[in-house]
């Protein structure tokens, strides 16, 4: 009476992070017919709609429910899954809800082989122990679903652009953006795969006092090339790259351009070298193989008056005042700890204002969820943020903001000393040069984004199992090299649907396929969090319960039976570490 797999009972499902979705699926149809058995056996009156065969309709009519409630227990002995089902149906059906879950229970049996046991416990829980094969079925459903297992519609129809990086186009990216860059654009992979429609942005502050600040300091650099004694300002950017830009400069326009009156001079200057930075910030980008599909200028958003029309906007909502000269938005209404000046008393916008027509014209692009990745320094900002959305006339929960924590650079566990003020910093293009996109990627995500990151660039470039990249990439290989003898001695890889699984006995056999069930939700759950660095643990977690797999047991070199069954496990195994590097953008390499 149990309908097929994939039928009306998938969609009872409440998933949760950890358990696999097939195993959850199954038990939630065997579940659901049982709870409408159960009803019939304790003498429970339904409407017409319940009766004959169990459907979602009658399981619907019977408990008032839209899923299965399932989830994960907290402790091992309470079962590998369990349902307060029986508590909830208790009170409408007028029945002690332990008499409600024994009833359910010799309904359910052993669900069709797939639960070794089922107890009833406390007030009416039901806890359910599967059976150590039913996690087998992982493995065929990993090969015949290839890069495709682990994906999913979850956001389907939501509309999410992410904006990340935005450094001001005034200097190159060091190694904090390079945190930001990976995961800003792992998130949006993550969302991607999760079926959101995802567009990468790129906010470029090209307008504003930092950009006078830049022109003049490449002035002052180029007249100090050509032999001037002229002191460089204090509060100017000091970095070395303004001396290689100077040069460059001036075998170019820059030569000519000193001859202008000094405003000309600086407007022009500070134009070229923005346009000149930002494109070596693309460079960089793309060799760390971060996806910008956006670039939006700030200074367009101005000349097009955009600015002026997102004023105009919230002062016809009653939302702006003037206090001593200055423009002030009443962000205090909408959650802000205070109100928030929009323009100076000198008549000058804040950059606040520019940020609120940004973030309007985001919304008015039709995007329908906003992820803003910054910086932690800038965590007193977001409220002022979301306030100005609200009084828009935007939900609030539209804007929401990543917030990434510094890195410290160690070598060989000593710190690097860094000075921002000197101009003194390592350059992300450093780090990928000297440890690699992918080793510098994967341990960028390792960590919570709120969380400071110890990032040991010897440890980063080591071909040893201490570097995590290295680690998961060289499972693959192992899995890689598997394929390979299994080539050379013509042995074709088994055939998922007709090869017998059963000889898969041991624990950690066992163990590594119930992992792999966990994929599809543990991208899920990473996706609906923000949280990439929870596939860096996966991945480590599979790779390490395959290295020890591997190192005890011969795969290739068995009986018939034995061989086909573990040489299947591996290939799905390799299978799922290939799928989650490529969603973090790290390559799944087949030798080392």
């Not at 190192?551 to 570490?577: C, K, M, Q, S």
């Amino acid at each position: 009476m149990a309908p097929a797999r994939g039928a009306c009972w998938s969609g009872l499902l409440l998933c949760g992070y950890g358990a696999t979705a097939v195993i959850k699926d199954e038990l939630a149809e065997h579940l659901a017919r049982a709870t409408c058995e159960a009803a019939a056996r304790l003498g429970i009156e339904v409407s017409g709609e319940a009766e004959g065969e169990p459907s979602w309709e009658a399981f619907r009519a019977l408990t008032g429910l839209e899923a299965v409630p399932l989830e994960e227990p907290k402790r091992p002995e309470h079962g590998e899954l369990a349902t307060s089902l029986c508590l909830q149906l208790a009170r409408p059906w007028r029945r002690n809800p332990r008499q409600v879950a024994e009833a359910v229970c010799e309904s359910l049996g052993d669900a069709g082989g797939l639960l070794s046991r089922v107890e009833v416990a406390g007030p009416g829980f039901i806890n359910f122990f599967f059976r150590p094969q039913a996690w087998l079925a992982a493995i065929p459903e990993v090969l015949r679903r290839g890069e495709a297992f682990g994906r999913s519609q979850m956001g389907r129809g939501k509309r999410v652009l992410v904006e990340f990086v935005s450094a001001n186009p005034t200097g190159p990216l060091h190694v904090g953006h390079g945190r930001g860059a990976a995961l800003g654009d792992a998130i949006a992979r993550l969302l991607a795969y999760t079926g959101h429609e995802v567009t990468t942005e790129y906010y470029i502050n090209d307008a504003g006092r930092q950009m006078s600040i830049l022109g003049r300091s490449l002035l002052v650099r180029a007249r100090q090339a050509r032999g001037s004694d002229e002191p460089f300002p204090e509060d100017h950017y000091r970095g070395e790259y303004l001396r290689e830009l100077a040069e460059e400069w001036l075998a170019g326009e820059g030569a000519a351009v000193l001859e202008l009156p000094e405003e000309e001079a600086v407007a022009r200057a500070a134009q070229w070298a923005g346009r000149r930075i930002l494109e070596g910030i693309a460079e960089d980008l793309a060799a760390f193989g971060v996806r910008i599909q956006s670039w939006y200028s700030e200074r367009s958003l101005v000349e097009r008056g955009a600015v002026a029309e997102a004023l105009a906007d919230l002062e016809g909502r009653g939302l702006l005042y003037e206090h001593e000269g200055a423009l002030w938005f009443r962000a205090g209404r909408f959650g802000d700890e205070k109100d928030r000046v929009v323009r100076r008393s000198s008549g000058e916008l804040t950059y606040f204002a520019s940020d609120i027509a940004y973030h309007r014209d985001k919304l008015e692009r039709g995007f329908t969820h906003l992820i803003d990745v910054w910086g932690a320094d800038h965590h007193g900002y977001v409220p002022r943020l979301r306030a100005a959305v609200e009084a828009l006339g935007h939900p609030r929960e539209a804007l929401e903001v990543v917030l990434v924590q510094m890195v410290s650079l160690l070598r060989g566990g000593e710190p690097v000393a860094m000075s921002t003020r000197a101009g003194e910093f390592v350059t992300l293009r450093e780090v990928v040069e000297e440890v690699g996109a992918d080793s510098a990627r994967f341990i960028f995500l390792t960590r919570r984004p709120e969380a400071p990151l110890d990032f040991d660039l010897e440890v980063a470039k080591a071909q040893s199992m201490d570097n995590p990249v290295y680690y998961v990439q060289y499972a693959h290989t192992r899995v890689c090299s598997l394929e390979r003898k299994a080539r050379e001695a013509g042995v074709a890889p088994p055939d998922p649907e007709e090869t017998d699984l059963s000889p898969l006995s041991l624990e950690e056999e066992v163990s590594l396929a119930r992992r792999l069930a966990a994929w599809p939700e543990t991208v899920e759950g990473a996706a609906a969090a923000r949280e990439p660095h929870r596939i860096t643990h996966y991945l480590h977690q599979l790779a390490g319960a395959f290295h020890s797999y591997y190192n005890a047991h011969r795969i290739l070199d068995n009986p018939p039976e034995l061989t086909a069954a573990r040489f299947l496990l591996a290939l799905a195994v390799g299978r799922v570490l290939r799928n989650g590097l490529t969603l973090l953008g790290v390559s799944a390499p087949e030798a080392m």
